[in-house]
């Protein structure tokens, strides 16, 4: 299996509740690396730019005033398979369907305030990582 990139994002109730660190801890435990992390507070452009593709969906207001209600972490995280391995840790987008032992069964608030964001291609993956870090951010 090929040794791979994928984006994270810590959202903003992961952040408010100091919550950042078991997080990560969590993303490492099952694999994977953090080449690249920074805690950022969004701008409504950011929000609005990254979530665009959910742009016409009834909850992409209440998506966007969330993302930028509080500090976010990005992060790049590395490993084999890592977009696959990422998932597999994150969970179900509503922590309601996910499996025990996933960071949004065990720390997710709702399907909104769902902890974690994470790429759902190798091609998403990249668009994203470009989206927030340039190439010299990023150390493998
Ligand atoms: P994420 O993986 O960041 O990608 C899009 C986000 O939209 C998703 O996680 C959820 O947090 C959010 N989302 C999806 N469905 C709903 C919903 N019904 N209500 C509010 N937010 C939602």
């Known amino acids: 299996m090929a040794v791979t990139r994928t984006f994270s994002i810590i959202k903003p109730d992961a952040t408010r509740r100091n919550l950042t660190g078991a997080v990560t801890k969590m993303l490492e435990d099952a ?26 969906r009834p909850f992409f207001g209440e998506l966007v005033d969330f ?9 790049v995280l590395e490993g084999e398979d890592a977009v696959t391995r990422n998932r ?25 305030e769902n902890t974690v964001h994470g790429s759902d291609s190798e091609e998403n993956a990249a668009i994203e990582i470009a989206f ?3 190439d010299d951010e990023i150390v493998g």
């Open 31 to 56: 694999g994977l690396r953090v080449v690249a992390s920074k805690r950022i507070h969004m701008t409504r452009e950011q929000a609005e730019g990254f979530y665009g593709v959910h742009r016409e």
């Open 67 to 75: 993302m930028m209600s509080e500090p976010v972490v990005v992060q």
């Open 88 to 112: 597999d840790i994150m969970g179900a987008t509503n922590p309601e369907n996910a499996e025990p032992g996933t960071i949004r069964k065990e720390l997710a608030l709702s399907i909104g």
């Open 132 to 134: 927030f870090f340039n």
